[in-house]
């Protein structure tokens, strides 16, 4: 492949990569803004665009420690244009898959279908000595962890709140916990924002290294001006993303698995952030919809466990299970035609 088409191809992957970042964002708008919309603290107008602000900013608060992971789920080899290819299949596959469970108003997750398609057209070029495992196995490890830990610590603050507001009339902690999710939903975007777009990030990267333009060593900074164009488009479109919104999924999350008031929004919130805030400290890439959803139902299961609608939980875990191999898939039948073509 000449330079120039390889260059446009570069480009074109790159316009792929914040095309998805924008769907994330707007895919996952939903996850953010639920719980807020779904106890009337804010309208649905008013809550995406507090959640795309914290979003953007986000890239002031946290390290790019799970753009670093997500860049190395696949063995780049440096300046191989094919894994260029491999990029863009990865996309693809991502992106449809997004796509279609939008459609169908499943809270999927973004990220593992971004990383099963990463990975899926990496095997379809190399084989399964492709993919870095044990990368991609901690990820795998955390779609039963992170919603485990946002159930535990959503559950564990409600009956915390329950015991601590024992005394006050039920007017009187409404209206507190309506200020107080302003805040928790705050810190969830901000939480989703730095967790989320750093796996975009990690893709350009990953892009980058395969042209030649980047090493392995490359490392992400908001003060080197050859890689803060990154962070702050790969933050603007999910910004963007989610300034747009997806009041499908919204209804699925924050009314359909369990009714929530504003004390209980504001739990589940927290405990979100709460999770999303420890894995991005780690490096981990996890699933916010996985979050925020464990913290919902947590906080449902201490009213009674008839309080949840398990049947759209299951629809929800269903998908969960689905979306890497799906995704994988998708990628990998893409790549395959690319390579047809080439």
């Known amino acids: 492949m000449e330079l120039t088409g390889l260059w446009m191809l570069v480009i074109g992957t790159v316009a792929a990569a914040l095309v998805f970042d ?12 639920a719980t807020v919309v779904s106890t009337r603290v804010l309208s649905p107008r008013t809550a995406v ?10 890239m002031f608060v946290f390290a790019p420690k799970v753009a670093d992971t ?50 899926g057209a990496g095997i379809a070029f190399k084989g399964w000595g492709a993919v870095h495992w044990d990368k991609l ?32 009339r039920p007017a ?28 975009t990030m990690g893709i350009i990267v990953a892009l980058l ?3 030649g333009t980047f090493t392995q060593d490359t490392q992400l900074s908001l003060t080197d001006y050859h890689t803060a164009w990154i962070i702050l488009s790969c ?37 979100g952030a709460a999770t999303l805030f420890m894995a991005t400290f780690l490096g981990i890439p996890v699933s916010t919809t996985h979050t925020i959803a464990g ?16 049947d759209i939980a299951f629809r929800i875990v269903m998908a969960w299970v689905v979306t890497i191999p799906c995704s994988a898939i998708i990628s990998a039948l893409t790549f395959l035609a690319i390579a047809a073509l080439r």
């Open 209 to 211: 290294v395969a042209h």
């Open 295 to 310: 913290g919902i139902i947590g906080v449902g299961a201490t009213r009674r466990l008839t309080g949840i609608k398990w």
């Open 49 to 58: 665009i507090w959640a795309a602000f914290f979003n953007f900013i986000a």
């Open 235 to 271: 933050h603007l479109a999910m910004a963007v993303g989610t300034a747009l919104g997806g009041w499908r999924i919204v209804k699925t999350m924050g009314i359909k698995v369990t009714k929530l008031q504003p004390v209980g929004g504001c739990c589940a919130e927290t405990a």
């Open 137 to 168: 196995f901690t990820v795998m490890a955390f779609i039963p962890i992170a919603p485990l830990i946002g159930f535990i610590f959503g559950f564990g603050l409600m009956v915390a709140v329950y015991w601590i507001f024992r005394r006050w």
């Open 70 to 119: 997500i860049s190395k789920i696949v063995y780049i080899q440096e300046g191989d244009p094919v894994y260029v290819e491999v990029v863009l299949a990865g996309l693809v596959g991502a992106i449809v898959w997004d796509m279609l469970t939008w459609w169908w108003s499943l809270p999927t997750s973004s990220s593992h279908a971004l990383i099963g398609g990463f990975a």
């Open 22 to 33: 924008a769907i994330n964002g707007f895919h996952d708008a939903a996850n953010s803004i």
């Open 172 to 199: 009187a902690i409404d209206r507190f916990f309506r200020k107080g999710q302003l805040l928790s939903a705050a810190l969830y975007s901000l939480g989703h924002g730095g967790n989320d777009a750093q796996k």
